[in-house]
C-alpha cells in the first residue's frame, strides 16, 4: 500500500535547485518554499472526491463541481513545517490547521514533543502533515502517530526533500500514508543532515543561523 510520489515539475525542480544553492538569502528561500509548497499542494490534492451542486451563472441555472466533504486539516511539525503551511495555505485557503512542536535531539535524532493542537474533529478530515525534510523520519512518523491517536486515518505527508532512509521507515512505519516530495537525495550524514540536501530548513527560512 505504501507510495511514494516524486513530484518532478520542471518548476518544482528548478526552484528546488535554487534552495539548494548557499547563497540564497533567507528572504528568496522562504518565497521558494511558499512556491513550492503551492506546487506540492497542487499535487496532493489531485485526488480529492468531488460533488456537483446547483449553482447559477450570470446566464443560467447549471450544476457544477465543488469539493465534496470535511475540509481539508494542514498540520505543520514546527517549526520548519510552517514554511510550507504558507504555501498551501495560499492554495487551500479554507483548510484548517494543526501544530505538532517536535524538534530533534541532536544527540540521538529521536523527536521530542513540545507542542500539540489540531482540530478537535480531525478524525473527520483529510489531513496533509507538513516538513520540508523527511531526514531520519523520525520526526514524520511520530507526527503521524500523534494524528492517527487522534483519530486521523485519510493523511498524506508532504515533504521538500526526502532521503532514501527516511523513506523507507516511514513508509515501512506507515504504508497507508501516501509521501510526496520533490526530491529524494542520495542518503544521510553522520548527524543525519540530507545529503546533498539544501541544509537546516529552519534555519535557512528563519534566517537563525
Ligand atoms: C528538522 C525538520 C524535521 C526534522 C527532520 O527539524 O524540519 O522536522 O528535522 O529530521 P528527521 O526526519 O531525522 O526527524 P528540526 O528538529 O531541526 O527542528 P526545527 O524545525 O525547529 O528547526
Ligand atoms: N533537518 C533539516 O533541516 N535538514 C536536514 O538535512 C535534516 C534534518
Redesign the pocket.
Known sequence: MASLVVVDHPLVQHKLTLMRMRTTPTAEFRRLVREVALLLGYEITRGLALTETEIETPLMTTRAKVLAGKKLCLVS?????NGLLDGMLDLLPSARVGHIG???DPAT?L?VEYYYKVPADIAERPVIVV??????????VAAVERVKRDGATDIRFACLLA?PE?VARMTGAHPDVPVYTAAVDQG?NDH?YILPGLG????RIYGTR
Open positions: 511539525i514546527l517549526r520548519a513545517g517536535l524538534y530533534r535524532l523527536p516538513d520540508p525534510m523527511l531526514a531520519t523520519a523520525n520526526s514524520a532521503a527516511g544521510l543525519g537546516d530548513a529552519g534555519d
